[in-house]
């Protein structure tokens, strides 16, 4: 069973991942904000120890994300501070929404090989960026924002792009951090789906990831994608904790 220790370790891997634009640091609360675009990025995370009334809080949290013109978000996990969080939201009129897995594969055991149809580079690119917002139906006015979002990354990314006959079929994120890769927006294009390119694309992340140093993997997904679930399951990811938002009503 994963312990709290580890849950906090990983949250804090994938928060360096996917850095906002902007954090504040509210009595062990962190304040995230990037123009509102993804809920991670836009959120209340309470990894660390807390000591204030959380009514108090939750009002400060409140006025934060009203400044900025957005809703005010809780993302909790099993490991939140305080305990009782989660209760207290609920009561306060916060509805839980979005139930995420987040599912771990140790490295140690298996040997994975990097296709040669994918390319990784260590910088974000404008093409990697453009191919993303086509694969996954992104607004390309979000370019800029990804692009200085993830520019920020501070621990050591890969930008990965599958390719078949010149054309892009399929993109992923990589970040080595703490002795962990973390998988985030693995997309392949919807014509060329149930053809093992997802798995190819995420097997030569591992071992972009052990080349690293990495002993462990992990990636989210939400609960309802079942089809992912199975891919991630054959490649030997199971569930590690959950994660879930908190939303105002």
Not at 68 to 88: C, G, I, R, W
Not at 102 to 115: C, G, H, K
Request: charged share 15%.
């Amino acid at each position: 069973m994963i312990t709290q220790s580890a849950i906090r370790t990983i949250e804090e891997c994938s928060l360096s991942a996917w850095p906002a634009l902007q954090t504040a640091y509210y009595d062990g609360w962190l304040l995230r904000w990037a123009e509102g675009y993804t809920r991670r990025a836009n959120s209340v995370n309470p990894i660390y120890e807390s000591h204030l009334p959380v009514a108090e809080k939750v009002v400060a949290c409140e006025a934060f994300f009203r400044q900025h013109n957005l809703p005010t978000v809780f993302k909790l996990t099993s490991a939140v501070n305080p305990a009782e969080l989660d209760a207290q939201l609920s009561e306060l009129g916060y509805v839980r929404e979005a139930g995420t897995l987040v599912q771990t594969a140790d490295l140690r055991s298996t040997a994975f090989d990097l296709t040669l149809q994918l390319s990784i580079q260590p910088q974000i690119s404008r093409a990697w960026l453009e191919h993303f917002s086509r694969l996954n139906d992104v607004d390309p006015a979000r370019i800029p924002l990804m692009e200085n979002m993830l520019s920020r990354i501070p621990a050591t990314p890969a930008f990965a792009t599958m390719s078949i006959d010149g054309e892009v079929v399929a993109v992923g994120l990589g970040v080595a951090d703490k002795g962990y890769i973390g998988l985030f927006d693995i997309v392949v294009a919807a014509q060329r789906r149930g053809q093992g390119l997802g798995y190819q694309l995420v097997t030569g992340l591992l071992a972009w990831g052990q080349a690293q140093g990495a002993h462990t993997a992990y990636l989210q997904v939400v609960e309802s994608n079942i089809t992912a679930q199975n891919l991630y399951g054959k490649i030997g990811f199971h569930e590690a904790y959950r994660y879930w938002y908190r939303v105002k009503s």
